[in-house]
């Protein structure tokens, strides 16, 4: 089985959806989007196979989404991928890819809906936040 996560180590959303694949006994396919960013095609591959509008998967914070004008509501999709292109760090993260489907896994809990495999432990985030009990199962 194939998972792959768009990867960004300094983002601790990405550490713990990271994390929860691991916890699901998988290995994933990384890729540090920042370092190797997807092509164009690529891009419009993984939106598309999210069924989300271009842009749902911008992203604001520590970007340089207000100084290129993205906040314009008339931005067009090809001028947001555009910048993404030429600015990986607009990309959100994590998109996971899994055989159940692709998403962008915000809140980090979103990966365990990915997941063809049960998680095996416990789980908690970063922050202490318990996502997952002792048999597995998520904590609602």
């Known amino acids: 089985m194939t998972i792959t996560i768009y990867h960004n180590p300094a983002c601790g959303t990405s550490r713990n959806v990271l994390a929860m694949i691991r916890n699901s006994g998988e290995e994933p396919r990384i890729i540090e989007y920042l370092k190797m960013p997807p ?19 911008l ?4 970007t340089p989404f207000h100084e290129l004008g993205l906040d314009n509501p008339a931005a067009t999709d090809d001028a ?3 910048a993404m292109m030429a600015h990986p ?4 993260r994590p998109i996971v890819v899994t055989p159940l489907g692709a998403a962008l896994c ?5 990966v365990l809906d990915l997941l063809p495999a ?3 432990g416990a789980f908690a985030k970063e922050d202490g936040e318990k ?6 199962k998520r904590i609602v």
């Open 106 to 110: 915000r809140p980090s809990e979103r």
């Open 89 to 92: 760090i607009l990309i959100n």
């Open 59 to 62: 992203r604001e914070k520590g």
């Open 131 to 136: 996502v997952v009990d002792e048999a597995g």
């Open 118 to 120: 049960p998680q095996t």
């Open 80 to 82: 947001l991928i555009d």
């Open 39 to 57: 092509s164009r095609a690529e891009l419009v591959d993984l939106i598309g196979r999210m069924g989300v509008p271009v842009r749902a998967i």
